[in-house]
């Protein structure tokens, strides 16, 4: 009862519906795609899941597979988008990302990413983050 209330209360006060947090986060995929095709990457997945972990886009820079966690707002009044990568977000990215390895068949480098999107009216910056974090194996 209390999410209901506060996602209502949000919702009221910031003049904010759920289909628009939706469009927010399929426009914020959609430039950071963009922004890997232009740096040459090739994307093999978008929205891949395993489990509870959704992997935003799965991309090859060259012979590295990359994990791209996409974080896009429309303000940065509860912190900037790549800070809200929780610490339970990387290890279900961890999780998934072995697992996608494993159906691949893949077995050299890979890295952790994550593509900061902040979106005001029809402009927007962009930040991508190499190595955001780190795998332990």
């Not at 209330?5 to 904010?16: D, E």
């Not at 959609?30 to 959704?54: C, H, P, T, V």
């Not at 990413?113 to 029809?122: A, C, F, M, N, V």
Request: proline fraction near 1%; avoid cysteine.
């Amino acid at each position: 009862m209390i999410v209901i209330f506060l996602s209502y209360h949000i919702q009221k006060r910031f003049n904010f519906k759920m289909s628009t947090h939706l469009e927010l986060g399929n426009r914020g995929e959609s430039l950071a795609e963009n922004l890997l095709l232009d740096k040459g990457y090739k994307i093999l997945e978008r929205n891949w899941r395993f489990s509870r972990a959704e992997v935003d886009i799965i991309a090859k820079d060259g012979d590295v597979l990359v994990f791209v966690e996409v974080k896009t707002r429309s303000s940065e009044i509860f912190g900037k988008p790549e800070e809200s990568v929780s610490t339970q977000k990387e290890i279900l990215l961890k999780d998934a990302a072995s697992v996608y390895m494993e159906q691949i068949g893949h077995e050299w480098e890979i890295r952790f990413d994550i593509i900061s999107i902040l979106i005001k009216g029809e402009g927007y910056s962009i930040e991508h983050f190499k190595d955001a974090f780190f795998s332990e194996w």
